[in-house]
């Protein structure tokens, strides 16, 4: 049975341009202050302490040795929780790239960015972080000559880490591009 209040069209009816210069649109202006607290639990906390220290962690499984990284409480191929952490170290290879003129605040800028998927070397494949990557052209992006490309992390002096990921500035390349 067809519903005899149904709306002609369910999406609304449009206000015209004249409407809205008229001020014949009803609105409310309102703001709202909400408090909150964010816990990043046991495994992000452990791993953002150890970036401050200059360190990569992540969680290995016993039952199927994937090591994630960032870590996971639970492994996600085995859905058992994960059994130790393990130091992957700072070295890894780049598995993608892409040139941005787009900044962490969506400003643009002028100098090109380049972000990369890098797998470390002691996790498991296809486990990596997204972050800056130096010494690399866009044009050494575009004709993908950085995929695969070995690098390593470069982090700020001890005395400016605050235990982000930001305390690894970017990755730079072990070998020589081409």
């Known amino acids: 049975m067809e519903w005899e209040t149904r709306p002609k069209n369910p999406m609304g009816t449009p206000y015209k341009p004249e409407e809205l210069e008229r001020g014949e ?4 202006e309102d703001s ?14 452990k ?3 150890s970036l401050r220290e200059g360190r990569i962690l992540g969680r290995r499984c016993k039952s199927c040795g994937r090591v994630f990284v ?3 409480e639970v492994c996600h191929a085995c859905f058992r ?4 952490w393990v130091d992957v170290g700072d070295t890894g290879r780049v598995n993608t790239a ?15 960015i380049i972000i990369a998927v890098i797998e470390l070397e002691g996790a498991s494949e296809g486990m990596g972080i997204l972050h800056k990557l ?3 052209t866009p044009e050494d992006v575009k004709s993908m000559r950085v995929f695969g490309m070995r690098v390593k992390a470069v982090w700020r002096p001890p005395e400016e880490r605050t235990g982000s990921v930001n305390d690894i500035l970017y990755f730079k390349p072990l070998e020589e591009v081409g």
């Open 32 to 45: 709202l202050e909400v408090w909150y607290r964010w816990s990043l639990g046991r495994y992000l906390s």
């Open 98 to 112: 892409v040139v941005s003129y787009i900044a962490a605040d969506r400003g643009r800028v002028d100098e090109p």
């Open 47 to 49: 791993y953002l302490e």
């Open 134 to 136: 130096a010494g690399v």
């Open 70 to 72: 960032p870590p996971r």
């Open 81 to 84: 929780t994960t059994d130790e």
């Open 25 to 28: 649109v009803p609105y409310t």
